[in-house]
């Protein structure tokens, strides 16, 4: 963990609303795992105040930099977006904890959706790097949200749509329902994205009793675990009633977190 | 250039602490900022038994600021002494236990289990925090049950003891007195300001419990009122906090009457804001020609 000054190298929209962002990852620094994120002081002015975090959606050990993609939400979001090639940006990472690689036989299932794309992406490169075939699933309300990714080699990308505009039609979860019991048999399920999609994502794993870890997303102060604000409640029979996200996660066995 | 500080009979280093909260209990910070060059940690507060904290959301962004409803989530004595002390005990700034309770005796009892411990320096009593129903706020917002507090306290210790006040009363000058009296050896100002956000989209309070605890730069002017008028009614050593973000903050405080300060919030943004507002005190004293903490005392 390192609190750094980093060059923009580019940014462009990748989908209605989202970015992508590339900046100088320092020599000195821990190279990020999947899953990891990293938080950014957006500017000097105390509103807004506290520092963005986003997850690290791909690092690239030659060329010495990091990517992000974020969705222009807010403030601070927009003066991100605003930025030019060049400047600086004040970054503190990696924080957190990452995915876990899957044992050899088994086949990885990203699901992501809206802003979650970032952490499940760098991890499905890894892992089709790496020799799996993962079957990275991302869903959104309609073709304008799809996200320009180039493929992977090994492991194939499934869009998903609510209105049926590109791809599935249907949730992430409804297509992980149509894979047939062959490819089911020895998954791993990773997810990241809105609550409801990780609370599917769990369920369906439940059901289909295989393992599932997510990603998880809360207010942060600190981003490394000194505040106590960013905290998950835990499912019941856990040693403790809650978790922070910035330091024990973001990346937890989904059936330890309490799904309301 | 001196920039220690006395506090009944031990020294701190220099004025520019960490506060209560933002900061753990030391360790997660330490690959961020240099802890030997603090003027001391003041820890997470510590109550007589664990605490999960309050439900969440827990924080919410304000202009400026920000409110946390944290309950004073920590790790109780047991888990202090067992898990805590020994990074602590490697650290060569003082150690100043943040302690929390509902009732006196559980104040006393923390003291009691922990004093034996050479690693911790003194006492941050709580009597300030918004976040929990019993005790907290309640003790610090009437001066007969500070002055009981503080003198029941005096007794199980002879390290440093020192007061958090509330900017939450009408006078808190009254309940500075009170500390005083009841033989504290400093008292800090500010805990946070009551606060409140209301989500309109959902149309409830942001955060569960409704209100919480606004701080950062929303809250400095606040704070230095504060500072100003307790500095004036004690003769005991004020500790300045609340919205420091950079040394001109921490001078403003300085000059309006506090011999110490704690950097909480700034902490989050700039994890070394503490450094930076040390080397900033040390600029400004070598330019007006100050050589120690007490020439900004006194101009007002
Ligand atoms: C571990 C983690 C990883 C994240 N990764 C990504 C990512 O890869 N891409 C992405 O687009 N977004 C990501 N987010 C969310 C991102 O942090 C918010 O979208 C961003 O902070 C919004 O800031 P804003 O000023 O534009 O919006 P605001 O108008 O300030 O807020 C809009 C909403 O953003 C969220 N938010 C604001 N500040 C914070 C904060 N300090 N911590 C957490 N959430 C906040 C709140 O839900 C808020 O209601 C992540 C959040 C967390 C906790
Ligand atoms: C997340 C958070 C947790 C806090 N917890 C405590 C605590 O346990 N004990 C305490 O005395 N003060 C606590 N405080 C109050 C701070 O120590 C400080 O008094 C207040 O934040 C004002 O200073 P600032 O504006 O520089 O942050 C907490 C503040 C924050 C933001
Ligand atoms: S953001 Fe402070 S503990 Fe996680």
């Known amino acids: 963990m390192k609190n750094f000054k980093s060059k923009i190298l580019s940014q462009k929209s990748i989908a209605l609303g989202y970015m992508e962002m590339k900046f100088s990852w320092p020599e000195d620094c821990e190279t990020p795992k999947a899953g990891q994120f990293l938080t950014i002081k957006i500017q000097e002015q105390p509103i807004p105040l506290l520092r963005r975090p986003f997850a690290l959606s791909a690092y690239n050990q030659e060329e010495k930099s990091a990517s992000i993609i974020y969705q222009v939400r807010g403030t601070g979001t927009e003066i991100l977006s605003s930025m030019k090639d060049g400047e600086t940006l004040d970054v503190l990472s990696p924080l957190g904890n990452s995915f876990t690689m899957p044992k050899k036989k088994e086949t990885p299932l990203l699901v992501a959706g809206g802003i979650g794309l970032g952490p499940i992406l760098y991890f499905a490169r890894e892992l089709d790097k790496a020799g799996y075939s993962p079957i990275l699933v991302f869903g959104c309300r309609d073709k304008s949200l799809i996200p320009d990714l180039p493929p992977l080699k090994n492991g194939r990308i499934q869009f998903c749509t609510d209105d049926g505009s590109e791809g599935f039609h249907g949730s992430s979860v409804d297509y992980l329902n149509c894979l047939d019991s062959s490819e089911l048999k020895n998954a791993y399920v990773y997810s990241c994205g809105p609550t409801g999609m990780l609370k599917a994502c769990h369920n369906f794993a439940v059901s289909k009793n295989i393992p599932s870890e997510t990603a998880m997303e809360e207010m942060m102060a600190c981003g490394v675990g000194a505040c106590m604000g960013c905290v998950v409640e835990l499912a019941e029979g856990q040693e403790k009633q809650y978790a922070r996200v910035c330091k024990d996660g973001p990346v937890f066995q989904s059936r330890i977190i309490k799904w309301t | ?300």
């Not at chain 2, 149309?203 to 730069?217: D, F, M, N």
């Not at chain 2, 900033?280 to 120690?292: L, P, Q, S």
Request: charged residues 20%.
């Open chain 2, 1 to 300: 250039m001196d920039l220690s500080i006395k506090i009944k009979n031990k020294t701190l280093p220099n004025p520019v602490g960490v506060a209560s909260g933002t900061f753990g209990y030391g360790e997660e910070y330490a690959p961020l900022t240099d802890l030997s060059k603090l003027g001391a940690i003041y820890t997470k507060a510590v109550t007589v038994e664990p605490r999960p904290g309050n439900p969440l959301p827990r924080l919410v962004e304000t202009p400026a600021g920000m409110i946390n409803s944290i309950g004073l989530a920590n790790v109780g004595t047991k888990g202090f002494l067992e898990e805590k002390i020994p990074f602590l005990k490697t650290l060569s700034c003082p150690v100043i236990l943040n302690v929390a309770g509902s009732l006196e005796e559980d104040y006393a009892e923390v003291i009691r289990r922990v004093d034996f411990q050479d690693a911790i320096w003194g006492y941050e009593v709580n009597i300030s925090c918004p976040n929990v129903k019993h005790g907290g706020l309640a003790f610090g917002t009437d001066p007969v049950q500070v002055e009981r507090l503080t003198s029941t306290l005096r007794k199980l210790t002879d390290k440093p003891l020192i007061m958090k006040l509330t900017p939450n009363v009408t006078d808190i000058t009254a309940i500075a007195r009170a500390a005083e009296a009841g033989g504290a050896d400093a008292v800090a100002c500010i805990n946070t300001v009551m606060g409140m956000v209301v989500d309109i989209h959902k149309r409830k309070p942001a955060i569960p419990a409704g209100t919480g605890g606004l701080s950062g730069p929303a809250i400095k002017p606040v704070g230095i009122a504060a500072v100003y008028r307790v500095s004036k009614a004690v003769n005991i050593p004020v500790i300045g906090l609340g919205g420091i973000m950079n040394a001109d903050d921490a001078v403003e405080y300085l000059l309006a009457g506090a011999s110490a300060l704690q950097i909480g919030t700034a902490n989050f943004i700039d994890p070394d804001t503490s450094g930076k507002v040390l080397a900033g005190i040390k600029k400004y004293m070598r330019e007006a020609g100050f050589t120690k903490i007490s020439d900004f005392h006194g101009y007002f």
